[in-house]
């Protein structure tokens, strides 16, 4: 038995302390460094891969509160740019004097691949992502308006693509393209809205069952169908948005039979405008525009409320007045939860960067602590009102 002398220790640590580099240490230098390596620098990828692993930072936190809170609103923003340009956004944020919390933008199924770097543009920004995801050409609508043809006659001619008959949706006929899009929202890993096929109860879309050689119930089955592929693909962090247009006359349809069901839908929303359509020759309150379609989608659900389309045209000098009515209006319905500005030069100018009197009028709304909210990550979308 060798006895324990001090150099005889000083071998035995020495080797010790060897043996602990070999097994602990040095296998960190065999990998990337996680703050360095070639992994971290590695950009996500643009389309979906086979594994979609959501790095832990963006994970919604099972602590997170709901978005927005109880007794408050957000709003939201779309520009003409979309999240491959924000500065239009920033023009909207310094009008309004605070960021909005949500932006939508839109992408059509004939040209439009998953892209996650979009989603995270508008997240890193604060702002969560609702995708107005339409199934049709919309180079279609683009071709039409360079042409002399009324604006029903455009209307006639988009909403014309046999391609796109929701028919062929429930078919299956663009199910491979679905399940792509549900693999890469899944991988986000934070909440999305999706505001699919909106404006249902028109006649302007291929996706209108009064188009396009569409008939009765195929708009609730062609729903159901997108939904369920994604509910397959796990990708529960969609907050779907089922969005008809503000009915103005009796050429715009009602909503009996459109309504997909309270498990099919997470928020209802509605589309109007002020200064467009009827709405031009006299003054039109948003009470006037919205009211008789939200008492109609109030006799088939209770879901929370978005405006998620709206603006006001100054043709008749009422702009500021009309935000000004419209934000005093909001609260008078408790189950609405929010309101997105179309801040786009189209047609008309809606813009309320374009307007110094509307700037004021809409930053002097949204100052109220109605309005101060947060979305980030780890929020959860409002399931009730």
Not at 40 to 51: K, N, W
Not at 282 to 295: E, L, R
């Amino acid at each position: 038995m060798l006895r324990p002398t001090l150099p005889r220790m000083g071998l035995a640590v020495a080797g010790l302390l060897l043996l602990a580099y070999a097994f602990v240490v040095a296998p960190g230098a065999w990998r990337d460094d996680p703050g360095t390596g070639a992994a971290a620098r590695r950009p996500a990828p643009a389309t979906p891969q086979a594994s979609t692993d959501v790095p832990a930072a963006v994970l919604p936190s099972p602590r997170g509160g709901p978005f927005p809170p109880a007794g408050q609103a957000f709003f939201g923003v779309m520009t003409d740019k979309g999240p491959y340009d924000f500065a239009p956004v920033d023009r909207f944020a310094e009008a309004a004097g605070r960021s909005p919390q949500v932006m939508l933008f839109g992408a059509d199924w004939a040209s439009a691949a998953f892209d996650r770097s979009l989603f995270d543009r508008i997240a890193e920004r604060g702002m969560m992502p609702m995708l107005g995801w339409e199934p049709w050409d919309h180079t279609v609508d683009k071709a039409a308006r360079r042409t002399e043809l009324t604006d029903r006659q455009i209307d006639r001619l988009r909403a014309t693509q046999p391609d796109y008959r929701l028919a062929r949706i429930t078919r299956g006929d663009f199910d491979a393209y679905l399940r792509s899009w549900a693999d890469g929202v899944r991988s986000l890993g934070y909440p999305v809205a999706i505001r699919f096929a909106h404006e249902m109860n028109g006649d302007w879309y291929p996706w209108c069952e009064r188009a396009n050689g569409n008939r009765p119930g195929d708009y609730v089955r062609a729903w159901r169908h997108v939904h369920d592929l994604f509910a397959e693909a796990g990708a529960t962090n969609v907050t779907w948005v089922w969005s008809p247009n503000a009915r103005w006359d009796k050429t715009t349809g009602g909503l009996t039979g459109l309504y997909p069901g309270d498990e099919y839908v997470d928020w209802v929303g509605v589309t109007g405008y002020y200064g467009s359509g009827a709405f031009t020759r006299t003054y039109w309150s948003f009470d006037q525009i919205f009211g008789p379609t939200i008492a109609e989608i109030r006799k088939a659900t209770g879901k929370p409320l978005v405006v998620t389309e709206t603006g006001a045209a100054d043709a008749a000098g009422h702009k500021a007045r009309w935000i000004r009515d419209t934000f005093r209006a909001l609260p008078r319905y408790p189950d609405l939860i929010g309101l997105i500005w179309f801040e786009v030069d189209k047609e008309k100018d809606w813009r309320i960067a374009g307007s110094p009197a509307a700037a004021t009028a809409f930053a002097e709304a949204v100052a109220a602590e109605r309005y101060d909210v947060t979305w980030s990550p780890a929020v959860r979308p409002r399931a009730g009102p």
